[in-house]
């Protein structure tokens, strides 16, 4: 400084005059901008060319988020703070102005370079798996926004030259209003500790709102908001808190037991349930799967009509039933489908008859979850109970159509 000063003496120029301050700015800019130029120009620029030539995502996640960049603003702003320290006189109106101007500079770049350090932390974070069970993007966000909530006072303080604490201690009175303002960021933030904490919700899960219109893969889980992408590829965005006020499904047990239901049902026409003539026992003991279930019933039956030396009349002999030896050969069929779970609940059961008939309902897991080959199996299944249902002298019911109304008014007409 004082050699500065020494300097323009002899050119005739004191330290406050108009073309002293004209010079030292001069100074003070040429530095910034040679500083500039060598940090982007050349360090930065040489740094991302090896980084994108680098086989480590590391440093190529790091060249995305510009957070050497950023970090070298902070370090061009500490130098202009410095040099207006040194250059000028301290309790000028131009070394205040010039200062408080750098101060903000740093302060600014400081928290971009830290909202650059959380997303390349919360990018490297997502290739682990154990990154996936927390909400760690809702809890990024929450920390950005408390930074520049710090940031934003600190920065009002050095402008009206208060104390932050005096800024700090005023905001109690303002409380109400903040809440009300942040209270979307701040139910969020409760709701994504609590999802992460009971384990309800990741990414990937699939999650059923219909109150929300969701259906499908979660993508996105905010502070405030959740994305979920619908097997429609439509996308729903609900409130991140109302998967904890509301009643939602999440279908990850299903995905991770490897297993996934078949709850279907068909409708019999009652009038078509009948006992099984000799006739037709001998035909459908031919049948491999129904073999061992034919002899088994055909021995208790006849076992139990002579212990009870039962009457040739149906009504005080046991017989077997169509409907009875269906739900056998169906269940015997499930058991050895080769890509139905054996491991988990199995059954044809019976639902209560309607006017629709007698519903007859498959309950069964396939060994795979994944949607189409769900559904093929499911196809498949279904494809051959319709097509065998005959062969035990039953029949699906079906709601005459207009055809049938229109056949039967031809034969009565004529």
């Known amino acids: 400084m004082q050699e500065l000063i020494s300097i323009l003496r002899q050119f005739g ?31 930065l620029r040489t740094f991302e060319k090896r980084a994108r030539a680098s086989a480590r995502l590391t440093l190529q996640i790091i060249t995305q988020h510009k ?17 207006a320290v040194l250059w000028l006189q301290k309790g000028s109106d131009a070394a205040a102005i010039l200062t408080t101007c750098a101060q903000l500079w740093v302060m600014l770049y400081a928290l971009m370079s830290f909202f650059s350090l959380l997303d390349v932390v919360y990018e490297l974070s997502a ?6 069970q927390l909400p760690l993007k809702g ?6 926004l408390i930074s520049a909530i710090v940031i934003a006072i600190m920065m009002i303080s050095l402008l009206i030259g208060k104390s932050p604490a005096i800024l700090i201690s005023g905001l109690g009175a303002m409380a109400a209003v903040l809440m009300l303002v942040f209270k979307d960021p701040i139910l969020g933030l409760v709701a994504g500790i609590q999802l992460s904490a009971n384990s309800m919700l990741k990414l990937g899960d699939w ?9 499908g893969a979660v993508t996105d889980i905010g502070l405030t908001t959740v994305k979920v992408r619908n097997w429609d590829n439509t996308i729903t965005t609900l409130p991140t808190y109302a ?17 996934r239901r078949i709850k279907r049902s068909i409708n019999i026409d009652t009038t078509s349930i009948h006992f099984l003539t000799d006739e037709a026992q001998e035909r459908l003991i031919q049948a491999r799967l129904l073999q061992p279930y034919m002899a ?13 030396a039962a009457t040739p009349s149906v009504l005080n002999r046991r017989n077997m039933t169509n409907i009875g030896t269906f739900r056998a050969y169906l269940a015997e069929y499930l058991r050895n489908h080769p890509q139905i779970r054996q491991d988990m609940t199995l059954m044809v059961r019976q639902l209560a008859p309607a006017a629709e008939g007698l519903p007859l309902e498959i309950y069964a897991f396939t060994n795979t979850v994944v949607w189409l080959e769900y559904e093929a199996i499911q196809a498949d299944i279904f494809d051959h109970i319709f097509a065998v249902i005959e062969e035990f002298g039953l029949r699906i ?5 207009g055809n049938d109304i229109r056949a039967l008014a031809a034969v009565v007409s004529g």
């Open 127 to 132: 290739k682990f798996a154990v990154a996936s």
């Open 13 to 43: 120029i004191e330290p406050d005059h108009p073309t002293s301050l004209m010079v030292i700015f001069a100074i003070i800019l040429l530095t910034a901008v040679v500083v500039h130029f060598i940090l982007h120009r050349i360090v």
């Open 296 to 308: 088994a019933r055909q021995q208790e039956i006849s076992a139990w009509n002579q212990e009870n």
């Open 139 to 144: 809890i990024f966000q929450s920390v950005k």
């Open 243 to 259: 998967l904890v006020s509301d009643a939602f499904k999440n279908w990850r047990g299903m995905t991770d037991s490897g297993g």
């Open 397 to 401: 019911y079906q709601t005459p159509s």
């Open 207 to 215: 999650l059923e709102m219909p109150k929300y219109g969701a259906d």
């Open 67 to 83: 957070l050497f960049q950023r970090l070298a603003f902070v370090l061009q702003g500490i130098i202009v703070n410095v040099q």
